[in-house]
């Protein structure tokens, strides 16, 4: 297995546009998970998903952000639209843990964003 | 209230010098602990969970229920254990969630 597949693995973009990020979790995995990762902030969970289904979104920043799962191999996150301060490494994790299994979480290589 | 709690930002010791990265939480009940580890713009890792009583890399982590820590331990510090280390709980109340601690950095100096 590759283990978590995310894309692109770095992205540049300007303020005012359309980021989307995607997320190829390990077969098998029915929770997936979306963090980001600031030096200020630290690590911080954005939304996770069970099943496909959206669980807790409690931690998704403001409207401009959404997470969609159509199915149980893929996921993206779109910011629209980006600003600056939403530079961070945005990571996506998947666990087995919706199927009563470990709890413990694989995660992605992660995508860097940078908005001028 | 914060559940996990890694009091230090920063922990720098020199090569051969016993590592200490505190982790403490608190949780009702039984949790399941663990450490991460993120090499320098690599991925977190799972280094080890407290279930499994194992060694990964030199490192060891007891959890005291007691006193409801989670410490990572090494006797001598090697170069290549320089890294960012997170401390992270599940639990029932948590769903499958896990929540992290914010971080340890550890710099192992020559």
């Known amino acids: 297995d590759a283990g978590v597949i995310q894309s692109p693995r770095h992205e540049v973009t300007e303020m005012g546009q359309e980021v989307t990020l995607r997320c190829k979790p390990i077969s098998g995995h029915n929770s997936l998970f979306w963090y980001r990762q600031t030096m200020m902030r630290g690590l911080e969970l954005l939304i996770y998903f069970n ?17 969609k ?8 996150l779109k910011i629209q639209p980006s600003e600056p301060r939403d530079s961070a490494v945005y990571f996506c994790a998947s666990s087995p843990a919706g199927t009563g299994g470990t709890n413990e979480q694989f995660f992605g290589p992660g995508t860097r964003l940078t908005v001028l | 209230a914060q559940r996990v709690t890694q009091p230090e ?4 010791v020199f090569k ?22 993120q090499y320098s713009r690599q991925r977190l890792q799972l280094l080890l ?17 007691g006193e409801t820590s989670f410490h990572l331990k090494k006797p001598f ?6 890294a960012m280390y997170y401390c992270a709980l599940s639990g029932p109340s948590y769903g499958n969630k896990l929540v992290f601690g914010a971080g340890t950095i550890l710099r192992v100096k020559s």
């Not at chain 2, 930002?9 to 720098?12: A, I, R």
């Not at chain 2, 969970?49 to 229920?65: P, V, W």
């Open chain 1, 51 to 67: 099943n496909n289904v959206p669980i807790d979104d409690s931690g998704m920043p403001e409207d401009r952000f959404s997470a």
């Open chain 1, 69 to 76: 799962m159509p199915n149980a191999s893929f996921s993206t």
């Open chain 2, 9 to 12: 930002k920063l922990l720098s």
């Open chain 2, 16 to 37: 051969g010098a016993p590592v200490e990265l505190k982790c403490n939480y608190s949780y009702s009940g039984s949790p399941e602990l663990f450490w991460y580890v």
């Open chain 2, 49 to 65: 969970r407290h279930i499994s009583r194992e060694s990964i890399k030199g490192f060891t982590a007891d959890l005291n229920k």
């Open chain 2, 77 to 82: 510090a090697q170069e290549e254990d320089s």
